[in-house]
C-alpha cells in the first residue's frame, strides 16, 4: 500500500512558492522601472502614467499591441545596450496615446 500523501505539507511548500514568485515579480517590477528611466519621475507622475494606460488598455487593443511591439523593441535592442532606447514619447506606444 502506497504512502498517503501529506496534503497540508504540500498545499504549505505551494503557498511558500506562491510568496517567493511574488516578491520576484515585484522585484522585477521595480528593475523595470528603473531600466526604463520611469524612476525619474515623481510616484505621482508614474501612478498617473500607469493608471492611464490601465484605463487606455481596457477601450484600445491596438495601444496595448503597440506598447507590446515596443516593449519587446526595448528587451531586445534597448536592454542589451544598457541603455534606455525606445523610452522617448512618440505615436508608438506613449501612455497619451
Same mark, same amino acid.
Given at each position: 500500500?502506497?504512502?498517503?500523501?501529506?496534503?497540508?505539507?504540500?498545499?504549505?511548500?505551494?503557498?511558500?512558492?506562491?510568496?517567493?514568485?511574488?516578491?520576484?515579480?515585484?522585484?522585477?517590477l521595480?528593475?523595470?522601472?528603473?531600466?526604463?528611466?520611469a524612476?525619474?519621475?515623481?510616484?505621482?507622475?508614474?501612478?498617473?502614467v500607469?493608471?492611464?494606460?490601465?484605463?487606455?488598455?481596457?477601450?484600445?487593443?491596438? *495601444?496595448? *499591441?503597440r506598447?507590446?511591439e515596443?516593449?519587446?523593441a526595448?528587451f531586445?535592442?534597448? *536592454?542589451?545596450?544598457?541603455?534606455?532606447?525606445?523610452?522617448?514619447?512618440?505615436?508608438?506606444?506613449? *501612455?497619451?496615446a
Open positions: 500500500m502506497r504512502k498517503p500523501r501529506d496534503i497540508d505539507a504540500e498545499l504549505k511548500a505551494l503557498q511558500e512558492k506562491a510568496k517567493q514568485l511574488k516578491v520576484q515579480r515585484t522585484l522585477q521595480g528593475e523595470l522601472v528603473e531600466v526604463t528611466g524612476d525619474t519621475l515623481s510616484i505621482e507622475a508614474l501612478a498617473g500607469l493608471l492611464a494606460a490601465v484605463e487606455q488598455a481596457d477601450g484600445k487593443p491596438e *495601444a496595448v *499591441a506598447w507590446t515596443r516593449g519587446t526595448f531586445q535592442v534597448g *536592454a542589451k545596450k544598457g541603455g534606455r532606447k525606445g523610452t522617448g514619447n512618440d505615436q508608438n506606444g506613449s *501612455a497619451g
